[in-house]
């Protein structure tokens, strides 16, 4: 009787929590400020442990590389972690003076090996000798990695960042007592960067490169298939950068691109930890405040036309085969964005998923089959994937069909009310999981602000999805997923042979 | 653009004078901005209680977020399977629960459980099996029933046997088709030998060769209280759950504990292993020899050193091949330590093809260094200012303490082994790093494994030493190409060829 009194009890304390996880409690404990020079901050009291992490959320990305340029927004980023003016140097002023002697050799280097006619070897030969020695002579006033050794000795966490095609992310976390150092290191990144080292760091990306895509066959799938399925917008480029452009691109670029990017009104910073808001705002704004501000850039991009015939990228490669497809769809602004969710949350999430049941349990034709959102970005129009592995013995073809009989029925059938609470109660309880983290919570925070200009949105996204319909899914899946709007990437293995018969998977 | 120039710096200027007038003075140099003690933080410590039967329970009460999890460590794992029946731990770890419950079959499951947006997951590690919750702590008694269902009356159909062995078919079919994959895996036969039970793979026929009744059988011998160690956290009051607990489990008895038969290390013959590629341009490269555990005396000192030598941005690895040398994206270098076992001593790193040799002698540069050139105090002193003051990371979540408390229980570590863990660091001095290193890595005593495509590699690898190929050919599942049958040992790594 007492245990049941006490069980009720809990419940009932635990009940008036609960209600303590929606946007209105949010609102109690998140600030948010526009700073004169236009850059946002977003802080939010989390006092689970003395810690904070943070996102720094610049709204540029690979998109925005200049023609001939591609990788030099994720290049950048490298640049990000090689110091300031008074961070990795030992005498600032005397390398300054050797760092633009390193862009004039690079530059009389560069015009005459890319000379289309009447390149004069010896020449060539001695004016890489004068970059290299260049390059060697300011080499000697650097502090290797001192900041990130900053950080880390600071006892600096999960230190990172990335770069995709529609943004950058900045990240660590730091003991709380670390706020205003965090802050200075922070805003002289932005402030004062240096792109020292910058053609050592460029052979660190074209390593990145032959890793990610060059010596993966699924990376030289993607890369290929993107570019098939995208022919004006920006999305056809590799964030990571062709190999010519990344042998060509100079620091004087990189700097170009920072000057007319990362500007305060591209930038939000979400701190979400173990600090006050009245007390962290005011060394916020100190540090960050003194970004200057300047307009914003042309951010005029081509539109993606519509595409109206099928297209196809087939790899015959040293591997297992592999199906993907992809149609267009809108950007994430778009009254459907909460629609494709769903449909990607009912066909992919977990075993009751649609195409798990259908290719994986039911067919037994593949290993796994999922479709996603969001590649290669969401910010521009983009596509809704899907993809299957098929079994040893299973060809590409066979998944094609599987796929498609699945979203036929998406056409034509309404998805049962049960399909549809399931994919609603998840999306809540998701939202949920992801509010238990400092990172997570700062990486969504800043992007829900930078692209909605409103956190709240983080939550609201959950209310769109609330509002779906059958209705809604069916008249979706009939105006997407149509074969003039596919594109379609094959791995097929070289020889034909499927998995199970081959003699060597890997000579 | 020019035009702008002065605009923007007028506007510096303003920002600086007029908003924040201090900053400019105050921001030179980040050695003068104060820190102040970290306050004193004393994590919630999870209640810890036996129940009668033996079983272990941790409860963790987070009342942050309406959630509830929890998860049972089962002792015996993949390195207790038969070696004809290797990958049957997976299967087992998967079939656990999609074969479903005497009640309920593992699809009726799935729809039970997605309709409340929780889960209930099986795994299978080395040495233990794990059974995991997710959910809404409204739906707890809903899901602990599936969760206790599986627990206890899993029924392992066949269909379900049947799906996961065909998934480890695809699995074995495709492990060669990364080549970053592939040198992880046969860098582990190196170091611990090829058919050492933490290192070798499951093959077609010995996935083939495991029954339904095999899965049964292991549950059986496996699966009982006094083997078991379970964790709670999240929104719960634990007197309360402490009696439900009680409840649940009161009537399940003892069984046999779990015998672990000794595990014997091979390490391969020092030297150089080769699996040529010709679908990639860049190499991976893979050092390695034996490890540590980590209750030996000299964990602590091999832990700073290997954040000083192979760590984050600022250890030597990182600055010299990296960022001095630009030969690589990932490189890194640790001397390994696991619970109750050898670790694994790894020098790893990939590098375009035409630099492959260079950046081996490149490494090999490097543990020379060690000798003529120990890590200095000041290596030293950032190596443990790193460890020390990002410390609070280990305990920065509820989850966090109850998965390190559980961890330490079920390897027989104190339950203060974090606070033993900083006050080792703490201690160590030049001289036991400078020992850890000389006793651990060894330049001579290396497996040197490299994965790439050999005609365009800067230099033969064997202008190096000696070289012994692995082959790495797949054997076909059994009954097919009977030219060429399955050959004991001839799948698992180089050394005995």
Redesign the interface.
């Known amino acids: 009787m007492i245990?049941a009194l006490?069980?009720f009890a809990?419940v009932l304390v635990?009940g008036s929590?609960?209600a303590a996880?929606d946007v209105t409690s949010f609102e109690k404990r998140t600030t948010v400020k526009k700073l004169?020079?236009g850059l946002t901050v977003v802080i939010c009291e989390r006092p689970?442990?003395?810690?904070f992490s943070f996102f720094t959320h610049v709204d540029a990305g690979s998109v925005q590389d200049p023609l001939g340029q591609t990788g030099l927004a994720h290049m950048f980023e490298h640049m990000a972690?090689k110091g300031t003016d008074?961070?990795g140097t030992t005498n600032y002023a005397a390398e300054k003076v050797a760092l633009e002697k390193v862009e004039q050799a690079y530059a009389a280097y560069i015009a005459e090996r890319d000379k289309p006619v009447d390149r004069d070897e010896t020449k060539l030969k001695d004016l890489e000798k004068g970059w290299r020695d260049a390059v060697a002579e300011a080499q000697k006033y650097v502090k290797?990695?001192e900041f990130?050794?900053?950080?880390?000795?600071?006892?600096?966490?999960d230190?990172n960042a990335n770069t995709s095609d529609d943004e950058t992310n900045y990240f660590y976390?730091f003991?709380?007592?670390?706020l205003?150092?965090w802050a200075?290191?922070e805003s002289?990144r932005f402030l004062h960067p240096v792109m020292r080292?910058f053609?050592?760091?460029?052979?660190?990306?074209?390593?990145?490169r032959?890793?990610r895509t060059?010596?993966?066959?699924i990376g030289r799938l993607l890369e290929q298939f993107t570019t098939a399925a995208f022919q004006a917008h920006p999305y056809h480029r590799p964030t990571i950068g062709w190999t010519s452009d990344l042998n060509s691109f100079s620091a004087t670029d990189a700097k170009k691109f920072f000057d007319t990017y990362y500007i305060p009104s591209n930038m939000v910073v979400a701190v979400v930890g173990d600090v006050k808001a009245s007390d962290a705002m005011p060394v916020v704004?100190?540090?960050f405040?003194?970004i200057?501000?300047?307009?914003k850039p042309d951010e005029r991009t081509t539109t993606e036309p519509p595409q109206n015939s099928e297209r196809r990228v087939v790899l015959q490669?040293?591997?297992?085969p592999l199906y993907l497809e992809g149609y267009h769809r809108p950007d994430f602004r778009s009254a459907d964005d909460a629609v494709y969710d769903s449909i990607a949350d009912l066909m992919s999430?977990?075993?009751?998923s649609r195409l798990y049941r259908a290719l994986?349990?039911d067919k037994?034709i593949a290993?796994d089959s999922a479709g996603f959102t969001g590649l290669p970005g969401n910010k521009y129009p983009h596509l809704f994937a899907f993809y299957a592995?098929p079994?040893?013995g299973h060809k590409p073809d066979e998944m094609a069909a599987a796929i498609h009989v699945e979203i036929e029925k998406l056409k034509k059938e309404d998805i049962s009310d049960?399909e549809l609470?399931?994919i609603k109660?998840?999306a809540?309880?998701?939202l949920?999981?992801s509010?238990?983290?400092n990172e997570g919570l700062a990486n969504s925070l800043a992007l829900y602000q930078a692209r909605y200009d409103d956190w709240r949105e983080l939550f609201h996204s959950v209310d769109r999805i609330d509002k779906v319909s059958t209705a809604d899914i069916r008249r979706v899946a009939n105006l997407t997923f149509v074969p003039t709007n596919r594109t379609v990437g094959i791995i097929e293995t070289k020889g034909g042979a499927p998995?199970?018969?081959?003699?060597?998977?890997?000579? | 653009m020019k035009g702008?120039r002065s605009?923007?710096?007028l506007?510096?200027v303003v920002?600086?004078s007029a908003?924040?007038p201090r900053?400019?003075a105050q921001?030179?140099?980040?050695q003068q901005?104060?820190?102040?003690?970290?306050?004193a933080?004393h994590?919630q410590q999870p209640k810890r209680f036996e129940l009668p039967n033996g079983m272990v329970v941790f409860l963790q009460e987070d009342?942050?977020?309406?959630?509830i999890d929890g998860s049972a460590r089962i002792r015996g794992g993949s390195r207790s399977e038969p070696a004809s029946k290797i990958g049957m731990m997976d299967i087992y770890g998967e079939v656990w629960r999609?074969g479903g419950t005497k009640t309920q079959t593992?699809?009726q499951l799935?729809?039970y459980l997605?309709?409340?947006?929780?889960k209930v997951e099986t795994g299978n590690n080395v040495d233990s099996t794990t059974i995991s919750w997710?959910c809404?702590?409204g739906d707890f008694d809903d899901v602990f029933k599936a969760f206790n269902n599986v627990l206890r009356e899993p029924e392992f159909r066949a269909d379900k046997v049947d799906?996961a062995q065909?998934?480890m078919?695809?699995?074995i079919?495709?492990?060669?088709?990364?080549?970053?994959a592939?040198a992880a895996r046969e860098s582990v036969k190196l170091a611990y030998g090829a058919n050492n039970p933490y290192a070798r793979e499951a093959e077609?026929a010995t996935v083939a060769a495991v029954t339904r009744q095999d899965l049964v059988d292991w549950h059986d011998a496996h699966v009982h209280p006094n083997n078991i160690i379970l964790g709670i956290v999240g929104?719960?009051?634990s007197?309360?759950m402490e009696?439900k607990l009680r409840q649940s489990f009161g009537d399940w008895p003892k069984g046999p504990p779990v015998k672990v038969d000794k595990i014997e290390f091979q390490p391969a013959k020092p030297g150089y292993y080769l699996?040529?590629?010709?679908?990639?341009?860049?190499s991976s490269i893979r050092m390695t020899e034996l490890g540590i555990r980590r209750d030996n005396p000299d964990y602590y000192a091999a832990q700073v050193f290997n954040e000083a030598f192979g760590g984050?941005?600022?250890s030597r690895l990182?600055?010299s091949i990296?960022?001095?040398?630009?030969?690589?994206?990932?490189v890194g270098a640790g001397i390994g330590a696991s619970f109750d076992h050898s670790g694994i001593v790894r020098i790893s790193m990939?590098?375009?093809s035409a630099t492959t040799v260079e950046s081996v002698q490149a490494l090999y540069k490097e543990i020379d260094g060690l000798g003529k050139n120990p890590i200095s105090d000041d290596e030293i002193k950032?190596a443990k200012?790193?460890i020390?003051?990002?410390?609070?990371?280990n305990?920065?979540?509820p989850e966090k303490v109850l998965h390190e408390r559980m961890a330490y229980e079920f390897y027989g570590y104190p339950a203060d082994y974090l606070e033993r863990y900083r006050a080792g660091v703490e201690k160590v001095s030049k001289e036991d790093v400078a020992r850890a290193a000389a006793k651990y890595l060894h330049k001579d005593k290396l497996a040197v494994l490299v994965v790439g495509n050999t005609a365009d590699f800067d230099k033969p690898l064997d202008s190096l030493g000696s070289v012994t190929k692995v082959d790495?050919?797949?054997p076909?599942?059994p009954g097919?190409?009977p030219g060429?049958p399955p050959k004991p040992g001839s799948d698992s790594g180089g050394e005995t060829q």
């Open positions: 245990r006490k069980l809990t635990v929590l609960a996880q004169d020079n689970e442990a003395p810690v972690f008074k961070i290797p990695n990130p050794q900053i950080v880390e000795i600071n006892g600096g966490e230190l976390s003991p709380e007592n670390r205003e150092l200075y290191l002289e080292e053609y050592k760091e460029r052979n660190v990306v074209i390593e990145e032959r890793m060059d010596s993966n066959p704004e100190k540090y405040g003194r200057p501000s300047h307009a490669e040293m591997s297992q999430n977990g075993r009751t994986v349990r037994k290993s592995f079994l040893p049960e609470k399931m109660t998840r809540k309880a998701n949920l999981r509010l238990g983290s998995a199970a018969d081959q003699k060597g998977g890997a000579q | 702008h605009l923007i710096l506007a510096v920002l600086w908003v924040v900053a400019v921001a030179a140099d980040w901005i104060p820190i102040p003690p970290l306050p933080f994590p009342h942050e977020l309406p959630l999609t593992g699809d799935d729809d997605e309709i409340r947006a929780a997710s809404l702590k799906l065909r998934e078919y695809d699995a079919s495709r492990r060669n088709d990364d080549v970053s592939i077609y929104d719960f009051d007197a309360a009696a699996i040529p590629k010709e679908d990639v341009n860049q984050g941005f600022s990182f600055k990296r960022t001095a040398q630009g030969l690589a994206y990932g990939s590098t375009k950032r200012d790193s020390l003051n990002s410390f609070v990371f305990f920065d979540s790495i050919t797949i076909p599942p097919e190409q060429a």
